[in-house]
């Protein structure tokens, strides 16, 4: 009995995680970065929090003595990071930013951060409305690794002021 109610309690939990992550895709601020797992395998780092858990955790640091950051988190949708390594093979991250990239500013994100250095390329974005950041997308690929960061939902931009 325990193990049904396990199986059943898991698929639950699955299927509401993905509803979740297709939530978050229509979302404005969502951001599709494409997959790379067939090329780096499975991500070292791989995060897709949203929906009751994203509210969960706004709860908690709103019950935490940083009121800073709970701020900051009480209008966010969604957190999405993958972080692959790269072990010196960047092309294929590097393409697949080019192509975020291209995607991002033919719908209006706006560019923030463009670094290029020797081996390191570092590309920041923010999707606006009025003076509102409904999202914001953060891509590095470097010769260790790469990653894909994208924040959803209202973000204030005095709050992380005070947060960094």
Do not use: C
């Amino acid at each position: 009995m325990k193990q049904l109610l396990a199986i059943i309690l898991g698929g639950l939990v699955s299927f509401s995680v993905a509803a979740h992550i297709a939530d978050m895709e229509n979302m404005p601020g969502y951001v599709d970065f494409g997959n790379l797992d067939a090329i780096y395998g499975e991500p070292r780092v791989m995060i897709n929090i949203g929906g009751p858990m994203m509210k969960l955790l706004a709860a908690a640091a709103a019950a935490s003595e940083d009121k800073q950051t709970a701020a900051m988190m009480q209008d966010l949708e969604g957190v999405r990071v993958n972080i692959y390594d790269t072990a010196g093979n960047t092309e294929p991250a590097r393409a697949q930013m080019l192509d975020a990239k291209a995607a991002l500013e033919a719908n209006d994100w706006q560019p923030i951060v463009q670094v290029k250095q020797e081996g390191e390329d570092v590309q920041m974005f923010t999707r606006l409305d009025g003076e509102v950041m409904q999202g914001m997308a953060i891509m590095v690929v470097n010769a260790e690794e790469a990653v894909f960061l994208n924040i959803l939902g209202n973000i204030d931009p005095a709050q992380v002021g005070k947060v960094m």
